[in-house]
């Protein structure tokens, strides 16, 4: 039996906190800043908690479940 590869792309985008909460970063920061305001963009700067209902997809995704 092979063994189980984790999600390139889930692999890139999430961490696993030291509580075994999973942290992620906020999107829509990459172009198109001229339009947004000064505390919106630093609102997206700063990493957040993944959502209860996502966590077990996610896990499934990093081979953690």
Same mark, same amino acid.
């Given at each position: 039996?092979? @063994?189980?590869? !984790? @999600?390139?792309?889930?692999? #890139?985008? &999430?961490?696993? !906190?030291?509580?075994? %909460?999973? #942290?992620? @970063?906020?999107? &829509?920061?990459?172009? =198109?800043? !001229?339009? %947004?305001?000064?505390?919106? %963009? ?15 997809? =996610? %896990? ?6």
């Amino acid at each position: 039996m092979p @063994k189980m590869k !984790t @999600k390139s792309s889930a692999k #890139k985008r &999430f961490k696993l !906190t030291g509580t075994g %909460k999973l #942290k992620r @970063k906020h999107a &829509f920061k990459s172009h =198109i800043l !001229t339009k %947004k305001s000064k505390k919106r %963009k630093l609102a997206l700067t700063h990493s957040t908690l993944v959502h209860k209902s996502d966590e077990n997809s =996610i %896990k499934e995704q990093l081979r953690l479940k």
